[in-house]
């Protein structure tokens, strides 16, 4: 099963299963508390790193991204807190995230250890895109603050078209047949 806090693929376990897209799966093995609004620098508005004026290696370089290519801003966000239930297993005891008051999107998280020490912090990268007239995402960061190591995904300066918003998908997109069709092996 890839769920929870399995090494995600590809992420040189530095991001688990449930960490893509911030956090992306069952929410049942935490207790969720919204905190409150707050004002905190994240980041936002990144079109320099989503700039096909910049290539992958100039973006990733040792130990962080390119600082000239992103940006942060003041920005409102609510807090929620996510605390690991009694009983429960992951490598996670508590994530903090940060979630955009204009787009309900997660912004920033942090991830604790089992010993409530800092261990991972994540970022989104995103942008508005005019065409699809939505907040997406440049790239996704998650630094790893014990080791340095940290993972970069979901960039788009390379490809020729990263987004197609003109894609309208039917329910026959998800039988098991046409998802199968679709994997990888």
Same mark, same amino acid.
């Given at each position: 099963?890839?769920? $929870?806090?399995?090494?995600? /693929?590809?992420?040189?376990?530095?991001?688990?299963?449930? %960490?893509?897209?911030?956090? =992306? %799966?069952? /929410?049942?093995?935490?207790?969720? +508390?919204?905190?409150?609004?707050?004002?905190? $620098?994240? /980041?936002?508005? #990144?079109?320099?790193?989503? #700039?096909?004026?910049?290539?992958?290696?100039?973006?990733? +370089?040792?130990? @962080?991204?390119?600082?000239?290519?992103?940006?942060?801003? &003041? @920005?409102?966000?609510?807090?929620?807190?996510?605390?690991?239930?009694? %009983?429960?297993?992951?490598?996670?005891?508590?994530?903090?995230?940060?979630?955009?008051?204009?787009?309900?999107?997660?912004?920033?998280?942090?991830?604790?250890?089992?010993?409530?020490?800092?261990?991972?912090?994540?970022?989104?990268? #995103?942008?508005? @895109?005019?065409? %699809? +007239?939505?907040?997406? =995402?440049?790239?996704?960061?998650?630094?790893?603050?014990?080791?340095?190591?940290? &993972?970069?995904?979901? &960039?788009?300066?390379? +490809?020729?078209?990263?987004?197609?918003?003109?894609?309208?998908?039917?329910?026959?997109?998800?039988?098991?047949?046409?998802?199968?069709?679709?994997?990888?092996?």
């Amino acid at each position: 099963s890839v769920a $929870y806090d399995s090494a995600g /693929p590809t992420t040189a376990g530095l991001r688990t299963a449930d %960490g893509r897209d911030m956090f =992306n %799966g069952a /929410p049942d093995r935490y207790d969720w +508390q919204l905190v409150g609004k707050k004002t905190l $620098y994240v /980041p936002y508005n #990144s079109y320099r790193l989503a #700039s096909p004026e910049r290539s992958y290696e100039a973006l990733i +370089q040792p130990g @962080h991204v390119a600082p000239e290519a992103t940006r942060y801003e &003041l @920005h409102r966000v609510w807090e929620v807190v996510a605390t690991l239930k009694p %009983g429960m297993r992951h490598i996670y005891s508590k994530r903090h995230y940060f979630i955009d008051e204009d787009t309900w999107a997660i912004l920033a998280a942090d991830h604790y250890d089992n010993r409530g020490e800092l261990w991972r912090i994540g970022e989104a990268h #995103s942008f508005y @895109h005019p065409t %699809g +007239q939505a907040a997406v =995402n440049a790239m996704e960061v998650t630094y790893d603050l014990n080791n340095g190591r940290y &993972l970069a995904s979901g &960039l788009v300066n390379e +490809q020729r078209q990263p987004f197609d918003f003109s894609y309208r998908a039917s329910a026959s997109d998800y039988s098991p047949g046409a998802l199968r069709s679709k994997g990888l092996r």
